[in-house]
Structure formats: structure tokens, C-alpha cells
């Protein structure tokens, strides 16, 4: 029995007309029963509020003025009817952020169980007026009304976050600030700001001013890229974001990552080596010398220094992707080692996070980290591990007494593309693309302790703005790439994610989320959200002796979809769907979703070259004659990033589809970097028949974010006329 209760209340005319009024609301409420009629705001509307509840009635006063042109009084205590009545109801409800609203033709009122229950009641109250709401402009043509009703709602997960990565691609103040804005209206409520990586240290520290005069900066003269948060920039944005229910949690992360540190400061490092800070991106070696005293005592200031800055009750400490060949080697972590008992170089990572655990719990902090931190050596406090490779680390974190939160890379990395549609700007490829689909389809409630799993967050990381120059700003044209590509990548997956936090797993129902998500589009637009406008929806292919007939449906309410008929790519004068059309095959169809003349929609794309391949996977790569040469067996090496997600077992499989020779195999290598990781060595062709074609390789020391490539010994077994492709497939 689905616990999301929609109720239309019949007056005693008749059934109201209630398709004027749909409720789309995000995430889906616990139970929303609809009533007769509708609340106005007008020039008698007044915002009235229990004491301790003034920054929320403030909050809210000033989004119906700016969009409604409206003066609205805000007051403590009940001076009228005509009233938004905010209050604080522990009993009434009893769920933190949780909260009841009621809305009837005289009054709106909000009750929460606490002061982010109030926030989330009104956030769910702005998705009830029209989208111009949101808008800072008045709009003085529209009714600001919202339809009757009751809705009682609850968080599923107290941890609803997000990661946003301004160490390796700077974002100004305001963007940030934007970004929380975004978040609280789908009820997110923990901002993971990655601080520090090698590529750059974003905050502020008084003691150790090198850090941005050298550490924030890369390149130089007019290619210099960087930029970093004053104190008081980190205040500002810290006061903004606390309005609107955002905990702030800062991330400084080491002892990997922090490349940019051992610039400004080479001592920190174990070489004393000076480097400079990349421009490009990849993954130091270089780490925090864990057995320098000065380095020590260098991390505890500025942690001091951070959290004086941040009153969340988190420390984010990075953790991850250590790699600890410089330790091995230095003397001075090597007498740490023998000193504290360590049998292993990498425990000295566990020595150190014990160290800051400490520290920080002896100031009220928790300290987090990526899942690494409850991999690396004995905790003897108890901490919160991000897992992002693999959620077997999340039941690996809580069976030792740690929490944990679910960010895992194949479901909540929004820095990869969302599919595989010509055209899709460039983005991270290591791992498959995330549709809205997949996002949604996080499971949440198989990983260990419930009690000990605080919940779920997302991640946008900006190195790939490093990686070679196509992303780069152009700053003598103030264009504002890096945060319309961002605002892209972000959404609409943050509102998928929103909802897998909030809402009740059992309860989820994609193509109901879906039908609710069209309507927020204009809500985003009203926002000025860049956000990727998505393809027109293929309802239905049906293929006659007439040809292949296309039935599509709208992705956003209300949204012109066009399309061609010859293969072409579609314009915005090109002709207007109304009804399903035929043409004589697939490819020759194109349609795009048009929004606005420069906001669009890529055009629908049908895969259909390997349809009947599924079976074995990914495709890989392609060969073609180029690809041989002859009879000769020749080493053809082809990238597998993407291909390749994490430990496990593989099966890549060569398919023989056309051309004069079979193709002969010897066997396969599967290669990280220039690393051998595994390989099976035995005869196969592909051709009229197929034999021996499948290879197995085995994967154990899978490393995120890095190339990973194949390298098949292969001949055409009489002439290199022979094409075909090679599929990949994750098999346990």
C-alpha cells in the first residue's frame, strides 16, 4: 500500500476541477490530502511567527515581496487572519524536520517539529504557488494562490547533502551561495565544501598566509587560475547558508590531496622537494610527512583555524587516495611507524586520523572522511565515512562502530555525463554515465546499520576544468562557464537525489517522480538554473512495411518539442511535434525539446548499431582493417575507462560483424596507467563462427579516476578485411 496519500475532497456541487491546481511536489511528501479552494496572497497577507522563528518569517517575507510586489507584514504573535502562520510544535510533530502544513482559504499554517521543519514547510509551500515565486523579479500579471491542502512530512535521512568541489576549480562567493540556495529548496541540508586539493587551497589561514599567496594559484600571467575565501567570505557564506537550514562542512583534505600546501610550504612533505601547483590535473604523491613534527602541528592550526570558522559539528578530512611510497622512503615516518607498532607503512594514516580525531572531539567535532578513513589503521574514535567506490565500505564502516553516508561514484558523481548522447559536453569518463534514472534508483537500506547509515549526498568535483584547456574560463569575456557547466551537471540529478534522501525507499516510484519532475523545469528557470534540458520522451517505436513511427511525449510541461525528418539536426523554427510521425528509418528522426531558443534540448538518440550485443555489455571499441595487418598478430591496445568500475570480475568479448577474415585472438592484458593488473593468455577467433572468443580478467587494485586500457594480441587470419567490436561486462 503506497504511503504517498493523494485526496481530492468532493464539494457538494460536484468534483472539483482540480487538474488547474496539479501538486508535483519534490520530494514527495509522506501524505498530501487535497481540500476545496485556495489561499491568495494579497495586500492583507501578513507573516505571523512564534518567538525564535524570525529568520524563517524574514526568509520567506522576502520571497513574496521580491516575486509578488507585494508589502507583506511579518510580526510575532497573531495580529490577523488573513495570516502565514509559522510554529514550533514538538509534540504535534514529533520528527526532526519534520512538519505539518495546512493550507485553507483564510490561512496557511506551518507547524515543524523544530526550526528546519518550519524551512522545509515553507519550501514545500513555495512549490504550491506558481513558478514565479522563485523569481526575483515581480511579476505582477500572475496570482500568487496556493490550493488547500494537508501535508504531513518527515526526512527519511538526517544527512541529505551534496559535495561541491572548489579546490580544483575555484567558484566564486556568490555561485556558492546560489548552490545552497538550489540545495534547500529540495530540502538538502549538509554542503560538503572541498576546500583544499592539490590544485588549490581555498580558505583563508591567518597563520599560515603562503597557503593562498602561493597554494591558490596556478599558471601565470593571463592563464593564472585560482582564487580563494576570506574569513569573512567564509562567514558571509556560513550566515547564508544557516538561514536556510545548510550546514557548512568544511573539507581540508590529507594526507593526500594537498600538493598545493607542500608548495606554499615544502617542509610539510617528506622531500622538501619544491614543487609548483598543477594546472593540470592529476594525483600527487607528495603527502603530509606524518613524521615531522612541524607538519603536525601545522595541521592542528589550521583545523583550529577552520573550525573557528565553521560551526557545523563536522570536520571533513579527506582521507582518500593515499598513495605511500614517499613514506615508505622517509626516515621519519618510518620511526613513527616502528615507534607506534604499525606493521604496515599505510597504518600510519590510521595513526593520524586518530591524532585529528581526538583533537577535534576535544572541541565538540566529529571528524569525516572518505571511506578510506575507516580503512587505514584501528579508529579509537568514532567517525563518519563517506563510501564512494564501494558500498560493501559503508557495512564495512558501521560493522566497526562507525556512521556512514552513501555517496557511491556509479549513482551520485555528477561530474559524469548523464548519457551517451552526441553532443554531451565534455565530462568525466572513468566510470559509466548517471542518467536521472540510475541516481534515482540508489538503493539505501542494504548497507549495514540503520541506526549507524546518517544518509545519502552527491558529488560535483571541477578537475575536469583541468584537464587540457577546453573548459577553461575565458575571463577577459566574464562568460561564467565553470558555473553554467556546474549548474548543467547538477541538474536535474540534485532533485533525484533529493528525493532518495527525503523520501521512503519502499515508496520511491520513478515514473511517478518523473511526471512530477516536467512541472519543476520553469521552477528551475525562474531560478536562472543553467540546468540540462532533457530529450523529448520516446513513448513508443513501432516498425510497419510503412516504416518506423515515433510517438514521443514532453519531458518538461509545456515546452515546444521540433523535430526533422532527414537526419538533420533540429532548430528551433524546424517543424512543431503535434502527433506521431513515420519515416522510413530510425536514424533519419531527430527531436529536440526547445525551452527557450538558447536553452535546448540534445536531440533523441536511438543506439541501435549493437542492439542485439546488449548481452555482452559495454561496447568497448571498434576494429576495422586500419586496426591489422593481415596475417600478422599485432598488439591492438584500445582504453577501457568507464569500462573498468571498480574490483571484480570482467568478460570482454570480441564480435566479429563483417568483412572478408575472421578475426584471431591470443589473448589479453588489461593495463592501469602503464600497470599490468590482469591478463588471460588463450587462442579465440570470431568470424562466420565464434570460438574462445570470451576473456576473463580479474581486477583487484581498481584506482578511480585513472585510464585504464586493453591490450589484445589480434590478427585478421588470411587479411586485415575484418570489422567488428569488443564489449565489456562486470560479472561479478
Known amino acids: 500500500m503506497k504511503k504517498v496519500i493523494i485526496m481530492a ?14 501538486i508535483t511536489l519534490i520530494p514527495q511528501p509522506i501524505s498530501v490530502e487535497r481540500q476545496s479552494g485556495e489561499f491568495l496572497i494579497t495586500d492583507k497577507t501578513t507573516i505571523q511567527y512564534e518567538e525564535g522563528l524570525e529568520k524563517e518569517a524574514t526568509y520567506l517575507q522576502e520571497i513574496l515581496e521580491n516575486s509578488t510586489g507585494i508589502e507583506i507584514e511579518s510580526c510575532e504573535g497573531d495580529k490577523s487572519k ?5 510554529s514550533v510544535d514538538s509534540l504535534k510533530v514529533s520528527t526532526s524536520e519534520g512538519y505539518e502544513l495546512i493550507v485553507s482559504e483564510k490561512c496557511i499554517t506551518i507547524c515543524g517539529a523544530d526550526n528546519a521543519g518550519v524551512f522545509y514547510g515553507m519550501q514545500t509551500l513555495l512549490q504550491l504557488f506558481p ?11 500572475v496570482e500568487f494562490s496556493a490550493p488547500a491542502v494537508v501535508i504531513k512530512d518527515a526526512p527519511t535521512f538526517k544527512w541529505r547533502g551534496m559535495m561541491l568541489d572548489v579546490a580544483r576549480y575555484f567558484y566564486d562567493k556568490e555561485f556558492v551561495m546560489k548552490y545552497i540556495d538550489m540545495m534547500s529548496m529540495y530540502k538538502l541540508n549538509k554542503l560538503q565544501l572541498h576546500l583544499v586539493d592539490d590544485s588549490g ?3 583563508e589561514i591567518k597563520k599560515y598566509p603562503r597557503l ?18 576570506t574569513q569573512e567570505d567564509i562567514k558571509e557564506i556560513v550566515d547564508y547558508a544557516s538561514v536556510r537550514n545548510v550546514d557548512v562542512i568544511p573539507e581540508i583534505a590529507f594526507p593526500a590531496h594537498m600538493l598545493c600546501a607542500v608548495v606554499a610550504y615544502p617542509w610539510l612533505g617528506c622531500t622538501g622537494i619544491q614543487h609548483e601547483v598543477p594546472t593540470q590535473h592529476f594525483i600527487s604523491r607528495d603527502l603530509l610527512c606524518v613524521g615531522n613534527e612541524r607538519s603536525i602541528q601545522f595541521l592542528k592550526d589550521v583545523l583550529e583555524e577552520t573550525i573557528a570558522l565553521f560551526p557545523s559539528k563536522y570536520i571533513n578530512i579527506g582521507g582518500d587516495e593515499a598513495v605511500y611510497s614517499n613514506w ?4 621519519k615516518c618510518q620511526a613513527v611507524r616502528k615507534e607506534q607498532g604499525l606493521s604496515k607503512t599505510s597504518e600510519l594514516q590510521g595513526y593520524l586520523t586518530n591524532l585529528v580525531a581526538n583533537m577535534m572531539k576535544e572541541h565538540g567535532r566529529t571528524v569525516v572522511g572518505w571511506q578510506e578513513i575507516a580503512q587505514r589503521g584501528k579508529l579509537d574514535t568514532q567517525v563518519v565515512s563517506i563510501a564512494w567506490t564501494n558500498l560493501q565500505y559503508a557495512k564495512d564502516a558501521t560493522d566497526k562502530g562507525h556512521y556512514t553516508v552513501l555517496c557511491p561514484a556509479s549513482h551520485m558523481y555528477f561530474d559524469f555525463p548523464e548519457g551517451r548522447t552526441p553532443g554531451e559536453p565534455k565530462a568525466a569518463g572513468w566510470m559509466p554515465p548517471i542518467s536521472v534514472e540510475k541516481c534515482y534508483s540508489l538503493k539505501v537500506g542494504n548497507y549495514g546499520s540503520k541506526e549507524l547509515t546518517l544518509g545519502v549526498q552527491g558529488a560535483f568535483w571541477s578537475d575536469i576544468f583541468i584537464h587540457g584547456t577546453t573548459l577553461q574560463e575565458i575571463y577577459s569575456i566574464n562568460e561564467n562557464r565553470s558555473e553554467n557547466y556546474a549548474e548543467y551537471l547538477t541538474f536535474p540529478r540534485l532533485l533525484a537525489l533529493s528525493e532518495v534522501g527525503w523520501s521512503v525507499e519502499s515508496e520511491r516510484d520513478y515514473d511517478d517522480f518523473t511526471n512530477r519532475l516536467k512541472h519543476h523545469y520553469v521552477k528551475l528557470d525562474n531560478k536562472d538554473c543553467n540546468y540540462r534540458v532533457p530529450e523529448p520522451l520516446v513513448a513508443e517505436i513501432e516498425e510497419s512495411e510503412a516504416g518506423v513511427e515515433f510517438t514521443l511525449e514532453e519531458s518538461v510541461a509545456d515546452a515546444k518539442i521540433v523535430y526533422t525528418t532527414d537526419g538533420t539536426y533540429p532548430h528551433p ?14 536514424s533519419d528522426f531527430k527531436a529536440i525539446t526547445i525551452v527557450t531558443d538558447r536553452h535546448k534540448s540534445l536531440p533523441i538518440h536511438i543506439e541501435e548499431k549493437y542492439a542485439a550485443y546488449k548481452k555482452y555489455g559495454i561496447l568497448a571499441a571498434e576494429w576495422k582493417p586500419k586496426n591489422l595487418k593481415g596475417a600478422e598478430f599485432i598488439s591492438w591496445k584500445f582504453e577501457a575507462t568507464g569500462k573498468i568500475t571498480g574490483n571484480g570480475t570482467y568478460e570482454v568479448t570480441f564480435v566479429y560483424t563483417g568483412g572478408e577474415y575472421k578475426l584471431e585472438i591470443e589473448g589479453v592484458k588489461v593495463f592501469k596507467r602503464d600497470e599490468l593488473l590482469s591478463e588471460d593468455i588463450h587462442n579465440g577467433y570470431t568470424g562466420g563462427a565464434s570460438q574462445k572468443n570470451t576473456y576473463i580478467v580479474k581486477i583487484d587494485s581498481f584506482e578511480a579516476g585513472t585510464p585504464f586500457f586493453i591490450d589484445a594480441k589480434v590478427r585478421g587470419d ?4 575484418s570489422y567488428g567490436a569488443v564489449f565489456i561486462k562486470k560479472v561479478n
Do not use: Q
Not at 573 to 586: F, G, I, L, N, R
Open 201 to 203: 587551497w581555498r580558505l
Open 573 to 586: 523554427h524546424s517543424s512543431e511535434y503535434t502527433k506521431p510521425v513515420t519515416v522510413d528509418k530510425k
Open 131 to 141: 513558478p514565479e515565486v522563485y523569481n526575483n523579479v515581480t511579476s505582477r500579471d
Open 718 to 721: 588470411l587479411g586485415n578485411d
Open 82 to 86: 488573513k495570516a502565514i502562520v509559522l
Open 328 to 331: 615508505e622512503k622517509c626516515p
Open 9 to 22: 475532497i468532493l464539494s457538494t456541487f460536484g468534483m472539483l476541477n482540480l487538474s488547474a491546481k496539479e
Open 212 to 229: 593562498t599567496e602561493i597554494g591558490a594559484w596556478g599558471g601565470e600571467g593571463a592563464t593564472r587560475l585560482g582564487g580563494y575565501y
